[in-house]
């Protein structure tokens, strides 16, 4: 896995795939990413605040699941979500889903799509992989200029630059290399930027 810089675009979604496009990217597939925050069910009258998550889907992880809460983020089987209907402990309270193409363009891969919540239109999510930073002897976080160089050259202009560096220092779970967690960490903060 590469290192990954996902962020919202402003602009029109044809814009943002002629780009991609032009630049000799190759539609390989579609797919959603859904993002559900759940709130813990307490008792009617208390005075106790609902602990929360978020549970990341994506489809092409089938059988996984992403939990992060508060400080915490981990990787658990589908099975998560028929638990958590079936305990009743919990509820959904929203859910955020991104209809998104992925592209393949040389040591890239960008995934772009509508964000939906509750059916209404709330901007284009791009997420940009830069897989050659995936061999053990490079360390994806080395990869944040190479990666921002390429976003903001070549699929800007933008009103301000792109941010492919990320803090996750509030996260001390996660481990030293980019992996999946990380890459959850990044969509619940894009989430709930835009809800």
């Given at each position: ?172 779970t996660l481990p030293k ?19």
């Amino acid at each position: 896995m590469g290192y990954k810089c996902i962020f919202s675009y402003k602009g029109q979604l044809p814009e943002m795939t002629k780009r991609i496009e032009f630049l000799g990217g190759v539609k390989v597939s579609t797919g959603t990413i859904n993002c559900s925050l759940y709130l813990e069910r307490v008792p009617d009258g208390s005075n106790l605040i609902p602990r929360e998550f978020h549970l990341l889907l994506y489809d092409e992880k089938p059988k996984k699941c992403f939990t992060l809460c508060r400080d915490t983020i981990v990787e658990t089987d589908r099975e998560m979500v028929s638990i958590l209907e079936k305990t009743n402990s919990y509820k959904k309270r929203q859910t955020t889903e991104a209809l998104v193409s992925k592209y393949e363009l040389g040591d890239f891969i960008i995934r772009v799509g509508t964000i939906l919540f509750r059916t209404e239109s709330r901007g284009i999510l791009v997420e940009v992989e830069y897989t050659a930073c995936s061999t053990p002897v490079t360390s994806p976080f080395n990869c944040t200029k190479l990666l921002s160089e390429f976003i903001n050259g070549n699929l800007g202009p933008f009103p301000e630059p792109i941010q492919t560096s990320f803090d996750f220092s509030a996260y001390p779970t996660l481990p030293k290399s980019y992996s999946d967690l990380h890459t959850s960490y990044q969509y619940v903060n894009l989430f709930r930027t835009i809800n």
